[in-house]
């Protein structure tokens, strides 16, 4: 009230020389100035306030995204290394079968040595049992031990492995454990063995307690056995003995297979 008195005693002058209604007019224009003024005032705040808070939400987006991209990636906690899938064979079971008797077609195979001993020689002990048809109305499977023909010092002859790798497969080999298409072959056969045994520490403790202290570590080959890499072509497969040391891992044809062991006879 008091800036309008003095606004309007600076317009008006100290001597008067207008009516009482033509200072009621001054009085109300000079009023409605003040206002646009503080009005237009009020508008340019509002309009620097909501510039502000754009730019202030522009500058938080920026060093969020900034933060984010420099973050390091989750690390695994498994042990530092990254998880591994795993392939199992719930089918196939270590034990094998027990037969009293037979017929034709099966036939008997003498096989007398232990590529396939986990330490309670039925492989080797009693005569197994034998399809020669087996694979004339099924697929070769994982796990199946089977019988063909290798080459040894004297000649050829009959031995028995077991199914690893099926045709098309990769398979590898990193210390001692098999992997297939990547994936951990999580089974009783899946890796190294000496006669059921299925480390090198056990296998050294065993040495150990049969006091043949000096054949510790003998078996530390065996036990670490890596191979790179390979794929099985359409017609192959990956076969191994359940002993890693007395049996042998290789690939053979389709065609070489003979026949399949469904057990032994007693």
Known sequence: MNKLKRDMDAFIGSAPRFKESSKQKIRLEIKNVNREEASAKSKSSIKHAAIFALLLSAISLFLVLTLNESEPEPQNTNLGQPETAVLTDPDTEAEIAVFRDYEAPMEILNFKYDAMDRGNHDYTVYPLLIDPNAYDDKAVARGDVIVYEM?????????VSR?????????????????????Q???????????????????????????????VGSMKEIFSQTTLAFRL?????????????????????LTEIEGEVLGYVK
């Open 151 to 159: 080459e040894a010092f004297d000649g050829k002859k009959k031995t």
């Open 163 to 183: 199914v690893i790798g099926l045709p098309g497969e990769t398979i590898e080999i990193k210390e001692g454990q098999v992997y297939v298409n990547g994936q």
């Open 185 to 215: 072959l999580d089974t009783f056969y899946g890796k190294a063995h000496r006669m059921g045994i299925g480390s090198l520490e056990e296998y050294d403790a065993s040495l150990k307690e049969q006091g043949a202290e000096q054949n």
């Open 233 to 253: 072509a359409d017609d192959e497969v990956f076969v191994a003995g359940d002993d890693w040391f007395r049996g042998s891992q290789e690939t053979l044809l």
